[in-house]
């Protein structure tokens, strides 16, 4: 599933994005960060960071992600 909002921000339908990895949404130079993140998530830390992620238009939004384990 995929966060409406989530999808508004980044110019993309939900429908679309489910199933979507994150470090795939964002731009190239921020993947590592995601990658490190979603790791840390998985041994059970939470993790917030700033990423930019290119809109299918080319336009690129800027935000804080916060990740948590469920």
């Known amino acids: 599933a995929c966060n ?4 508004h921000f980044v110019g993309r339908p939900a ?3 489910a199933g979507a ?10 993947r590592p960060a995601a990658e490190r993140a979603w790791a840390a ?3 059970g830390q939470a993790q917030s960071w700033q ?3 290119a809109g299918p238009d080319g ?4 935000g804080y992600v ?3 384990p469920i």
Not at 4 to 7: K, L, S, V
Not at 21 to 30: C, E, I, M, W, Y
Not at 59 to 62: D, E, G, K, N, R
């Open 66 to 68: 916060t990740l948590a």
């Open 15 to 17: 429908e679309a994005l």
């Open 41 to 43: 998530v998985r041994a």
């Open 51 to 53: 990423a930019e992620f």
């Open 59 to 62: 336009t690129v939004s800027v």
């Open 21 to 30: 990895r994150l470090a795939d949404l964002v731009l190239a130079g921020h």
């Open 4 to 7: 409406r909002a989530f999808a």
